[in-house]
């Protein structure tokens, strides 16, 4: 049966994207997907090789399936001196000062989120603590005020929902553009304003900062704080949740973080080895290519699976296992342009936010752990994961020993 029948549309994939990925690997390594008009490739090989080679294989596909809702043009879009410059204006807002105030902003508010579930020792580590986490601390970096969270969290929904979707309805999309739309129109006059007036916030470095004497214009300054606030909250509490879900499904290992945090590293790197929150990555492939045989005609929308390609035994030994001590995870260089896995890319479009993502996770890991004494799956949970393009627990609900707010 199999490829004939198989969609990656499929409700069946949807369930369990994991028990089709060996066979899509070894059958159907380059799976066309006729109603989206897309290649989906699932070997490491294939995926390294079109995240790498950035002549055959270049982002002009995010003209469409990013640009309308980031409102200008994005930092993985750009080539050559631009993206040099404008990356270099945007790292500069994630590392050393810049990062350790916004660790700091990240515990205050992980531990202004958790207090209320302490006395009860239950809590949904995705629906109660992760989605507003991931939206605070967004908003913290940005400067944004803490009272527009929700209108915030929504908007992001229409846009996230829009660069994930494999096929909108001209309602939704509208929707998503409608959500868009409004964002730009509460940004604009805040820039004017942190133009005047710049605190410490990212929005105000970006408006300010000049790299090689080039600086950002509005619709930069707008694309790329639309670009942060899909990029920091959509895959955080997925990764969060899904790490108490590995650690707690291996009690051994949990003990082992348990009386050794310094293993966090390793089983954040681990946990987006296993389980990455963002599994696919959309290419076009310029003037064609042949991966394993298959040919794929000039101008093709490529999708690099990439928890297929985690999951490759060419690539990681025992690939179904989820271990904190695989050596060859590299767990040291997991979060620099040198990692094996590929859950923030790789090549010249590497997440730009790759430590700060580790740096918060391994925040708030550290800092719920010893909080949550005896955490464990609430009674009767049937686990559930949603979305393709990026995934998650639909919900993680944990009991726990309940203790007084601290
Ligand atoms: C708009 C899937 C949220 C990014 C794109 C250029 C987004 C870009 C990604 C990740 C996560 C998103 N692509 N971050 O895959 O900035």
Request: glycine residues 6%.
């Amino acid at each position: 049966m199999f490829p004939h029948t198989f969609s990656v549309l499929s409700e069946g994939f949807a369930a369990d994207p994991y028990r089709y990925f060996a066979q899509l690997r070894e059958q159907a390594p380059v799976h066309y997907e006729p109603t989206i008009d897309s290649y989906f490739l699932s070997r490491y090989e294939d995926v390294k090789r079109v995240l790498t080679d950035h002549e055959e294989f270049t982002t002009g596909i995010l003209e469409v399936r990013a640009e309308p809702v980031m409102r200008g043009r994005v930092l993985a879009q750009m080539t050559g001196a631009e993206h040099a410059a404008k990356r270099g204006i945007v790292v500069r807002g994630f590392t050393g000062r810049a990062l350790q105030d916004q660790m700091r902003a990240v515990q205050a508010t992980a531990a202004e989120l958790m207090a209320p579930f302490l006395p009860r020792g239950r809590v949904d580590l995705v629906n109660d603590f992760g989605k507003p986490f991931a939206v605070q601390v967004t908003l913290d970096v940005l400067g944004l005020e803490r009272k527009d969270r929700q209108q915030v969290a929504a908007w992001h929904s229409g846009i996230a929902e829009f660069i994930t979707s494999l096929g909108l309805t001209p309602e939704r999309r509208r929707h998503c553009l409608e959500c868009a739309e409004r964002l730009e129109a509460r940004l604009l006059p805040l820039i004017q304003q942190r133009r005047r007036q710049p605190g410490e916030d990212l929005i105000s470095k970006l408006c300010t900062a000049e790299f090689d004497g080039i600086a950002l214009g509005d619709r930069d300054v707008i694309a790329l704080i639309i670009n942060v606030l899909a990029a920091a909250t959509e895959p955080a509490d997925k990764t969060l949740a899904l790490l108490f879900k590995h650690l707690i499904d291996h009690p051994e290992q949990m003990a082992q973080v348990r009386r050794d945090p310094s293993l966090l590293p390793a089983a954040i790197a681990e946990t987006l080895r296993y389980t990455p929150p963002v599994q696919l990555v959309p290419r076009r492939a310029e003037q064609g290519a042949v991966f394993a045989g298959t040919t794929v005609p000039p101008g093709a929308t490529v999708f690099c699976m990439i928890g297929a390609a985690h999951r490759d035994p060419e690539a990681f030994t025992a690939p179904d296992a989820f271990d904190i001590h695989r050596p060859d995870l590299g767990a040291a260089r997991s979060f620099t342009a040198a990692a094996r896995h590929l859950a923030f890319g790789t090549g010249l479009h590497q997440c730009i936010g790759a430590a700060f993502a580790r740096a918060e996770i391994e925040t708030v890991a550290a800092m719920l752990l010893p909080l949550l004494d005896r955490v464990r799956h609430s009674p009767g949970f049937r686990y559930r994961e949603s979305g393709l393009y990026t995934r998650g627990p639909v919900a993680l609900p944990l009991d726990f020993t309940p203790r007084p707010v601290p």
